[in-house]
């Protein structure tokens, strides 16, 4: 089975590797420290011949000695070539029918293990706890945890991207997950209560669900993100929180990276079938994330495993199944 490329990222946080490839062959350039689980784990059984320095040589220097003399284009601009990586984004973000059956895969597998690790909290667990539990699960399962998120009694709504911390989660917890498997990044989240503060959750909730619906709907071929946007500012707008948006961002493309391309207003691209938009709706406390797969014949929703209580949200008269908010 030939696997797709992986991370040239290795444990301290260095980027260790890069790439050489022509129209005749396909080199990887590392040192010798770095080569062996580069070439074995990470690029198995792509046609890599493996170019080495020793590493006590500063990484650049092998790629400048091979660029030396050629006309060369990187997405780095490393050694002096031309960068040219918003044109290779381009190709990044479409994936191919191959990484699309990889990303519903990862969709199932890591949508799980959030539910999973957000079921299993009880009242005065810590978020540090179960960040651990969620990282936990996806390193097993073979999902490199890009970012784990928990949020006890609303602290997302002061910070943004909650990171965990010693604080008690006593009445409800959002649990976060970016995950990335076989070159493919995902994105999503799950509300769990356990006491539902009536006069702010649910409300917010609802508008969250509402304007994230909104945005998984119109996530059309063709359409443009500015456009989906401004729907999506008018559900805001329409349910009582206007200003709410301005909060907080509200996703983005996704594909190799995390973050390919940020959803804003007035962002220029257009949506084309086989990209991956995760949609993170904000209201409150409530913080809703979702990855869905363009496709020819509309959104696919990829991170949705069945074991979770749904509600249904009316948009243009179509039924658009949404996570509830789940009472433990």
């Known amino acids: 089975m030939v696997h797709l490329g992986r991370n040239d990222q290795a444990p301290d946080g260095r980027l260790c590797a890069a790439l050489y490839v022509t129209k005749d062959t396909r080199v990887l350039l590392t040192s010798n420290a770095d080569a062996p689980w580069i070439f074995d784990t990470q690029i198995p059984q792509l046609g890599?011949?493996?170019?080495?320095?020793?590493?006590?040589?500063?990484?650049?220097?092998?790629?400048?000695?091979?660029?030396?003399?050629?006309?060369?284009?990187?997405?780095?601009?490393?050694?002096?070539?031309?960068?040219?990586?918003?044109?290779?984004?381009?190709?990044?973000?479409?994936?191919?029918?191959?990484?699309?059956?990889?990303?519903?895969?990862l969709g199932q597998d890591l949508t799980s293990y959030v539910e999973r690790s957000a079921l299993k909290i009880q009242p005065g667990q810590t978020e540090l706890e179960v960040a651990g539990a969620v990282t936990h699960r996806l390193m097993a399962a073979g999902i490199e945890p890009v970012g784990v998120w928990v949020s006890g009694d609303g602290q997302n709504e002061r910070y943004q991207e909650s990171i965990p911390g010693s604080n008690r989660i006593d009445r409800f917890a959002t649990v976060t997950a970016t995950g990335r498997r076989d070159g493919v990044c995902l994105t999503v989240s799950r509300i769990l209560c356990f006491e539902i503060p009536q006069q702010t959750v649910p409300p917010a909730y609802q508008a969250a669900d509402i304007s994230q619906a909104t945005g998984i709907y119109w996530s059309q071929p063709e359409m443009m993100l500015e456009?989906?946007?401004?729907?999506?500012?008018?559900?805001?707008?329409?349910?009582g929180f206007s200003e709410e948006w301005r909060l907080n961002e509200q996703?983005?493309?996704?594909?190799?990276?995390?973050?390919?391309?940020?959803?804003?207003?007035?962002?220029?691209?257009?949506?084309?079938p086989g990209m991956l938009v995760n949609w993170?709706?904000?209201?409150?406390?409530?913080?809703?994330?979702?990855?869905?797969?363009?496709?020819?014949?509309?959104?696919?929703?990829?991170?949705?495993?069945?074991?979770?209580?749904?509600?249904?949200?009316?948009?243009?008269?179509?039924?658009?199944?949404?996570?509830?908010?789940?009472?433990?």
């Open 227 to 239: 456009k989906i946007w401004e729907r999506v500012a008018r559900s805001y707008e329409v349910n």
């Open 251 to 272: 996703g983005g493309i996704l594909a190799q990276r995390p973050c390919e391309h940020r959803i804003v207003p007035n962002g220029p691209l257009r949506l084309k």
């Open 280 to 328: 993170k709706s904000q209201v409150g406390p409530c913080s809703l994330s979702d990855t869905i797969l363009v496709t020819d014949d509309g959104p696919e929703w990829l991170t949705k495993t069945g074991h979770w209580p749904l509600f249904e949200v009316e948009i243009k008269g179509e039924a658009i199944s949404r996570p509830a908010l789940l009472k433990l």
């Open 48 to 105: 890599f011949y493996v170019k080495d320095r020793n590493w006590t040589e500063q990484p650049e220097e092998l790629a400048s000695d091979l660029c030396r003399g050629r006309q060369v284009v990187s997405d780095t601009g490393v050694a002096n070539t031309k960068n040219i990586d918003n044109e290779l984004q381009k190709l990044r973000v479409r994936l191919s029918p191959r990484e699309q059956s990889l990303a519903r895969t």
